[in-house]
């Protein structure tokens, strides 16, 4: 039988007790003070996102995202919880016509899987009409640029370009009504994308020191927002079935149909505490309870939690070629049946997104005796936002071709059937159509204008780049 993350994550090697211990090594006592201010922390934040619900996570309508005071509130916002909702940057009228056309697309067209994942949770399709045409749109491209630019860099030559959103296809989130309610996924439970012992390894994200004010007992002075401690690291060292080839900034979730029955759940819960988690979650593998009953007044306190001596090689919830898995057993602190909350109610046409190393859990809907019977139908698709650089644009060369074959993702291809054979698979004309160059640009189907930027900026360095990476004869798809 094999083992789950979390058991995994208990046995790791011998060699994970070493990388621990060098990565705080003469840092001792700085890394403890920092534990007992991040578990006071924890408590009171907790605490208010319990009261403040779904509420606590920031919204703002598409129009007002170019606007000064209501953009900057929503930023700020966003920057301190990691998730927000950016509401009717699609039309109704627009999603209505998207879900119909993929209502019937997937009614003409067998074979494709869902996922491991029984109920409403994602579809292994990545080229329907919707899909291709919402990662088109100029509007979903116009909100991608505004939540690219809220990350900053600590380099001023970093190579990347957030003006110029670069898509990458995911999976489509469904709705089977005769096998919703699955309660696998417990309100216990979490996750973080971007791999899991890749985040203490000196070969993942040590190569870019993402983590360095966290390591040195300073977790305030971590900056989640910084691109340029993680365009060179490596998240997935050990071919990881679930891992994300690309940068991607935001995960995120395009509503097509809101669809939810009175006492039902939002597909998403997420831990609104972005810079908190994430530094409780990389130091939790150094500490151990000196009483472990879980159910004692005490066993959260500061002062039952030491220092490991010596070290052990258990990271909690990390295991090579997993993703990062969080529980109430393994991070009790961060109390993860309260913390989890459900996103605010979305209307078709809502983009929900959160940090890359945001926590989150899908949900099961509640399924009425009156839906039961009913086909299954698209409620959303996921849609995560990812800047311009080298890393990105070399999946889009593989990408593209995944697409002009009807192939899944390339993150996605384990030699299934895909969508090669599919009546009604949009192709190029149909992205052109949807969103004109800047859609083709986002896939990699035209070169970008050099012209746009200001020349010898580090954009102009990252156009060209691109460029030569995606067309090295310099020849593009131009439809317009």
């Known amino acids: 039988m094999s083992l789950t993350a979390s058991e995994a994550s208990l046995n790791l090697p011998p060699r994970f007790a070493k990388i621990k211990q060098n990565l705080i090594i003469g840092k001792e006592d700085a890394v403890v003070a920092s534990w007992a201010r991040l578990l006071d922390q924890l408590r009171s934040e907790i605490d208010h996102i319990t009261k403040a619900g779904p509420a606590v996570i920031p919204s703002i309508d598409f129009q007002d995202i170019q606007g000064d005071s209501q953009a900057r509130e929503f930023s700020r916002c966003l920057r301190k919880r990691g998730v927000g909702v950016i509401r009717g940057v699609v039309s109704g ?13 997937i009614s003409h067209n067998g074979g494709t899987r869902d996922s491991p ?12 009409p919707a899909q291709i045409k919402a990662r088109a749109c100029p509007n979903v491209l116009a909100a991608q640029a505004f939540l690219l630019n809220l990350w900053q860099t600590s380099d001023p030559e970093a190579a990347l370009a957030t003006n110029f959103p670069t898509s990458y296809a995911d999976r489509l989130h469904m709705e089977d009504p005769d096998d919703c309610g699955d309660t696998s996924f417990s309100k216990q439970t979490g996750y973080m994308d971007g791999g899991s012992v890749e985040r203490w390894e000196t070969d993942g994200y040590g190569v870019g020191s993402t983590y360095q004010n966290i390591w040195d007992g300073r977790w305030e002075e971590y900056n989640p927002w910084d691109s340029s401690t993680r365009l060179k690291i490596s998240t997935n060292l050990y071919n990881s079935a679930s891992a994300c080839s690309m940068f991607r900034m935001f995960n995120g979730y395009l509503c097509l149909n809101n669809g939810r029955p009175p006492g039902g759940e939002s597909p998403l819960r997420l831990c609104p505490m972005l810079q908190l988690t994430t530094a409780y979650v990389l130091l939790r593998p150094f500490f151990s309870p000196v009483h472990s009953s879980p159910g004692s007044p005490a066993f959260l306190s500061a002062d039952n939690w030491i220092l490991e001596r010596p070290f052990s090689s258990a990271i909690q919830g990390a295991a090579p070629s997993f993703r990062q898995e969080l529980s109430d057993a393994l991070h009790p602190h961060l109390r993860l049946s309260e913390s989890m909350i459900q996103v605010p109610a979305l ?6 997104v959160w940090h890359c ?24 698709m996921y849609l995560p936002a990812c800047p311009l650089t080298r890393t990105n644009a070399m999946y889009l060369v593989r990408q593209r071709r995944a697409f002009l074959l009807g192939q899944p993702g390339p993150d996605f291809d384990d030699g299934a059937r895909g969508e090669g054979g599919h009546m009604g698979r949009p192709g190029v004309q149909e992205i052109c159509d949807a969103g004109g160059n800047g859609g083709l640009r986002a896939m990699g189907l035209l070169a970008w204008d050099e012209c746009d930027v200001e020349d010898g900026s580090s954009e102009a360095v990252v156009l060209e780049m691109a460029n030569n990476i995606l067309f090295p004869d310099r020849h593009g798809f131009d439809m317009g």
């Open 93 to 105: 009228d627009t999603i209505d016509g998207w879900v119909t056309e993929n209502e019937e697309y």
């Open 117 to 128: 994942f029984r109920g409403c949770h994602p579809r292994d399709m990545y080229w329907s």
């Open 347 to 352: 209307s078709p046409g809502d983009y929900l």
């Open 357 to 380: 190393d945001s926590i989150s859990s899908p949900t099961a809907t509640i399924t009425t005796t009156s839906n039961r019977g009913a086909a299954p139908r698209p409620t959303g």
